[in-house]
């Protein structure tokens, strides 16, 4: 049964949505939204135990590795999949004008008004942007026309989010074979770093689309396999963890004399999250992955190669790298310890309001630094770290789980229902 499944998820055939007769409704999966909760984690712990003096402007704590324990970029890079996941599973249908604006529709009302939302937060955070950065913000033009708000640096990748957000039209028109649109992308991405002349934005669009249309096709190929099996889910979250901390194609590309001292945000380097991004979200949303052997082989010989090159030229003792050597070595010990994938389901809740987490958490965080009256000690950080999370997702809670289905349920009714 196994061998007919994947012979189902077939690479060179094209992207198309389900028929009505081989659709099947998707229920809820915990297991992906506590994937979620975790990414958005370990964004906002980068955030605050990552960098210094953002929480507090005269104190930030220091304790051994607090820099190794999350994988923030990854992280970005598992919610373009998820992304591109949740379009595939809501956009089944055949393509249509009216299904189109119906997508488009929906896809506002899910996005925009928690966006305006943070943005109003971020200028009162930090009221020291220009108009023209505060208008092309509210139009999603970070990178390509406009600077970054200064009180809400991580919206630039709801710019690419929207980006994507249309491309997929395009994917559900015309239903392109996989492989040529896979390997044109890639393409793209490589000429990005390779020609310095090349438009740095577009070869971001196309590293990050190749994760978007991973969750896409997955979406649009998923096919029950019974009870989901266990899986050595701790090995696979050090293994992402010590590779975004390795970085080892960025590596490898620098020491070949191919560095680049610009690029986008997003790039040809981060393929080396593919392999352990695939593991990872085909176990916990308990999918057949082709190619399995081979992305294993990649996700574990990799970190495994790098780490033990640092060690023949005598660098695995820094801090950075003794850490990412711990975490692959455990990673490896741990491989036979399996678990049920839905484990990860106990990060569900911040999953399902981690959209509010990520826009909001630092213009939060801005108006507790500039704002809380103690600073400079251990117990003030604590308070205001205290203050930040309660707000932070208190906030989020508000908009995400109240006021989110009360605008959907009106749109529906008043908009939707009329197209």
Request: aromatic share 18%; hydrophobic share 50%.
């Amino acid at each position: 049964m196994h061998k007919n499944i994947l012979s189902d998820l077939d690479l060179r055939e094209y992207f198309v949505p389900p028929d009505s007769k081989t659709r099947t409704k998707a229920s809820y999966n915990y297991a992906l939204e506590g994937l979620r909760g975790l990414a958005a984690i370990w964004v906002v712990y980068a955030h605050v135990f990552g960098f210094k003096y953002e929480l507090d402007p005269t104190y930030h704590p220091t304790f051994p590795f607090q820099h190794y324990f999350h994988a923030a970029h990854g992280g970005i890079l598992i919610f373009f999949v998820l992304s591109g996941y949740v379009i595939g599973l809501t956009n089944q249908a055949p393509f249509s004008r009216a299904n189109a604006i119906r997508y488009l529709l929906r896809r506002f009302i899910r996005l925009y008004p928690i966006y305006l939302f943070c943005i109003i937060l971020a200028v009162l955070a930090s009221p020291h942007d220009t108009w023209k950065t505060v208008l092309g913000n509210l139009f999603f033009l970070q990178g390509s026309v406009s600077a970054l708000l200064s009180g809400n640096g991580v919206l630039w990748t709801l710019h690419y989010e929207v980006i994507y957000y249309f491309a997929f039209l395009a994917i559900w028109y015309f239903r392109p074979k996989i492989l040529p649109l896979v390997w044109s992308t890639f393409i793209v991405a490589c000429l990005g770093w390779f020609i310095p002349s090349f438009p740095q934005l577009l070869s971001g669009y196309a590293a990050g689309w190749l994760f978007w249309l991973f969750g896409l096709w997955l979406a649009w190929n998923r096919q029950g396999v019974g009870e989901p099996p266990k899986v050595p889910l701790f090995t696979y979250l050090l293994l992402f963890i010590a590779t975004d901390r390795l970085g080892t194609v960025k590596f490898i590309l620098d020491s070949l004399g191919w560095a680049r001292s610009s690029s986008s945000e997003i790039n040809l380097t981060d393929i080396t999250y593919f392999p352990i991004c695939a593991i990872l979200f085909t176990a916990v949303a308990n999918f057949p992955c082709p190619g399995r052997r081979v992305l294993k082989l990649l996700a574990i010989g990799v970190p495994l190669a790098h780490c033990s090159y640092l060690l023949a030229i005598g660098n695995l003792f820094e801090p950075i790298t003794w850490s990412i050597a711990v975490h692959t070595v455990l990673a490896v010990a741990l491989i036979r310890w399996r678990i049920e994938s839905k484990a990860i389901a106990l990060f569900a809740f911040i999953g399902s309001i981690s959209y509010g987490i990520y826009v909001l958490h630092m213009p939060i965080l801005h108006l507790v630094a500039n704002h809380f009256p103690w600073s400079g000690y251990p117990w003030s950080f604590t308070l205001r770290l205290l203050v930040w999370i309660t707000l932070t997702i208190g906030l989020s809670y508000w908009l995400e789980l109240t006021i989110q289905p009360i605008l959907k349920r009106w749109f529906q009714k008043s908009v939707l229902d009329r197209i």
